[in-house]
């Protein structure tokens, strides 16, 4: 993290406090122990004892794991360190997903690469049957690249908030009429080739002679009520994230939104009424 970034971070948590307890996971979990690699089995390389795993993308192929289990509610994190140098196109993904026998549900992290000297986009999304085209995008105020930072989605059965480190920079509420996940998902982590899409809408492309990209995650302890499908007991208050507090966000926590949402966010699905480019 570079000095400005740390001194940012520093005054937003000096501004509102601690906000969330991200100290709230379970153990110390090997990658091996909630995971397996789903696809680019050779370029997925574990370190630390399976405490670290990086991913790696070239011109031939990418790499992605997901979650053994399916779950119903909970708060899944992790820690991510993004490609550096020239990442234009490149896409770093951590999500929840359902997409099977036609119902499809997710709620994306999607890091989205640049030019060198540019600033490297978070999108957020979020699919309920099928319908997505809910997309938030937001500069960061640190580089996401320099080191490890928490990326993390709350969901329960009053809304689903995303968290950079213990800030919430989204949040999406169940409301009457409005689409809402509550199909199990499995957790899922991918860094693959979005140039089609990704930077400039499409017009910056991956350059792989600048690759290969590498991705690095830790921390893959799970939060969450596992279960094979829709179960009502994943809203038991029995799940510290079911808790009446958890239903909304609290006093600091509004006031670090607000702020992310006024000087860091630079999409809105619904004040922008267009597809981002």
Request: with cysteine; net charge negative; proline share 4%.
């Amino acid at each position: 993290m570079s000095f400005r970034s740390r001194e940012i971070h520093i005054l937003i948590v000096a501004l509102f406090g601690t906000l969330f307890l991200l100290g709230n996971a379970k153990g110390d979990a090997s990658f091996d122990e909630n995971y397996n690699v789903n696809w680019g089995y050779d370029h997925v390389l574990s370190l630390n004892q399976g405490r670290e795993v990086r991913l790696l993308l070239d011109q031939y192929s990418g790499a992605g794991f997901t979650s053994k289990s399916f779950f119903g509610s909970g708060f899944f994190k992790m820690k991510i360190k993004l490609p550096a140098n020239d990442s234009g196109g490149i896409v770093t993904s951590f999500y929840l997903y359902l997409n099977e026998n036609g119902v499809h549900d997710e709620l994306d992290f999607e890091f989205l690469g640049n030019r060198p000297g540019k600033p490297i986009e978070l999108q957020t999304n979020v699919f309920t049957n099928g319908v997505g085209g809910r997309e938030q995008r937001f500069y960061l105020w640190f580089d996401p690249t320099a080191d490890f930072h928490y990326y993390g989605i709350l969901w329960n059965h009053y809304q689903i908030v995303f968290f950079v480190d213990d800030i919430p920079i989204r949040v999406f509420k169940k409301t009457q009429g409005v689409g809402y996940p509550d199909n199990t998902m499995q957790v899922a982590v991918s860094l693959w080739d979005g140039s089609d899409w990704a930077t400039d809408g499409g017009r910056v492309k991956a350059d792989f002679n600048n690759g290969p990209f590498e991705a690095y995650f830790q921390d893959f302890n799970i939060n969450g009520c596992i279960s094979p499908k829709h179960n009502i007991q994943c809203l038991s208050q029995d799940y510290w994230w079911n808790l009446k507090r958890y239903w909304i966000l609290n006093s600091k926590q509004q006031r670090a939104y607000e702020h992310v949402k006024k000087t860091y966010m630079i999409y809105d699905y619904c004040k922008n009424g267009f597809p981002p480019i």
